[in-house]
């Protein structure tokens, strides 16, 4: 697995506008890695991440070029290995859950502080970070292991979100096996397509 020392992403309530700055942010600063997307409901995201520096530059010029549609950024120098992967990766569920740690944020950037700041301060797994798809726009964080870990992980997620953005954050301990199989399988309603469309 490849780390970054920083992470930003930019969220967009205009696609034009969000695909202009992901290019002027690409173009103002060698990134190692970026992601570009829409998610519902009709947003654009744009995640980079690489070295602080150059994570820095590219944060700026996509702020000054999509300043009109810009609803949410997070920046993180010094952000967790494993949050850059579950943000691209998606869901990580080993088949039993000690305990199962939420934290659900009104924002896309508040659910990545959020899983940031709880995989930095507490000795659990994060299992998943879901981005506003078939959340309205929320996101969503599970932690995974001890329960007094999990319970540190959430505490320190939900103290990371701004005013506002925090919707509900809960610390469920041994997960019914019926409920930890369903979401180990995937916590959307319906199963991705074999597409992946």
Do not use: C
Request: charged share 20%; hydrophobic share 50%.
């Amino acid at each position: 697995m490849t780390t970054y020392p920083a992470l930003a992403l930019l969220e967009f309530d205009s696609i034009a506008v969000g695909i202009e700055a992901a290019d002027a942010m690409v173009k103002r600063a060698a990134v190692a890695h970026v992601h570009v997307g829409t998610v519902q409901p009709g947003k654009l995201l744009v995640l980079v991440a690489g070295a602080v520096a150059e994570v820095e530059e590219a944060l700026v010029a996509g702020r000054r070029a999509g300043a009109a549609a810009l609803v949410g950024e997070v920046y993180l120098p010094g952000v967790h290995e494993d949050v850059v992967a579950a943000v691209e990766q998606g869901a990580r569920w080993p088949p039993v859950l000690e305990a199962l740690g939420i934290v659900e944020t009104r924002t896309v950037a508040a659910a990545i502080r959020a899983a940031d700041a709880g995989r930095k301060g507490a000795e659990v797994q994060l299992l998943e970070v879901r981005l506003a798809d078939g959340l309205g726009g929320k996101g969503l964080v599970f932690f995974h292991g001890p329960v007094a870990d999990v319970e540190a992980a959430v505490t320190l997620g939900a103290e990371s979100t701004e005013a506002g953005e925090l919707l509900y954050a809960t610390v469920i301990p041994q997960l019914h096996a019926d409920i930890a199989t369903r979401l180990n399988a995937h916590t959307s309603w319906l199963p991705p397509s074999p597409s992946g469309s």
